[in-house]
């Protein structure tokens, strides 16, 4: 006869549960790899150009610890977590190029971040960002930041220091004005400030002369300046949903446009759901052509 159950098992009343055999568990990559005691470098993804590490959309709240010392990584994606702060010690990575940082919900970055002085690309979008350290002017090597869908009002000064700037995104914040600091990043040739709390744009804006792109659409701005018509190499200029009633008769010399445009990724001018003053929107809905032409005409008449 086999073995009596012993008392304690016999103990338990109610209806047994049924439990059915499962597979393994599965771990993500990185979990698997510190389980086993593997080493976390194994992790690295060695590409032609870059070392990379991506830890997307993990839900973390916390970095872990073992990332300080990846001191190879080249390329860092922390994008769509639960962060509420970036450590200190990410002033270790000194040989960064990339930082995705994009869906957190980081309130600010650590000083430290001046310390990569190889960093080219920073996005920080969509956070909740109400300052930044002064200390990134530091990471004279970027060229692309993204900072949109955030909380900031203000850039500190010493960003006009980013001198190889060429990509800005400050969309979706609340700033009320252009900073002072943007007039200085001679590189740029993409800035967006839509959907913030703009009612003008600085005449500063003619110092932009490399802009292809300019977004400042979704704000309250009152007039187009003539200045913009000096950026002769603007493609791209969107300034729909905003207060303008008049165009400048200079309007001509933005040619590279080419035409009015009603798709928001094409090139040309927007200038929809504006208030133009009579006969403009007739003018815009002939074309660029027909509307540079009566405004040149009235200029001189």
Known sequence: MGAKPSSARCKDKGPRRMVFPRGR????????TLLSGKDPRSLLKRGMRH???????????????????????????????????????????????????????????????????????LFVNMNCLTELPAELSACRS??????????????????????????LNLSNNYFAHIPLCVFALKELDFLHVGSNRLENIAESIQCLVGLQIFIAESNNIHAFPRSLCLLTSLELLNLNNNDIQTL???????????????????????????????????????????LCSYLKDKKHS
Request: contains cysteine.
């Open 25 to 32: 568990q599965q771990f993500s990559p990185w979990d698997d």
């Open 51 to 121: 070392v990379s590490f991506s830890l997307v959309t993990k839900g973390m709240t916390d970095i872990p610890d073992f990332l300080w010392g990846l001191s190879e990584v080249q390329k860092l994606n922390l994008s769509h977590n639960q962060l509420r702060a970036l450590p200190p010690e990410v002033g270790k990575l000194s040989r960064l190029v990339v930082l995705n940082l994009c869906g957190n919900r980081l309130r600010s970055l650590p000083r430290e971040i001046g310390l990569l002085k190889s960093l080219k690309v």
């Open 142 to 167: 970027l060229e692309v930041l993204s900072l949109s869908h955030n909380c900031l009002s203000q850039l500190p000064a010493s960003f006009a220091d980013l001198s190889r700037l060429r990509k």
């Open 248 to 290: 400048p008769d200079e309007l001509y010399l933005l040619w590279r446009l080419g035409r009015i445009a009603w798709n928001p990724m094409d090139k040309g001018l927007h200038i929809s759901h504006n208030p133009l003053s009579k006969p403009l929107p007739e003018l815009v809905e002939g074309g660029l052509e027909m």
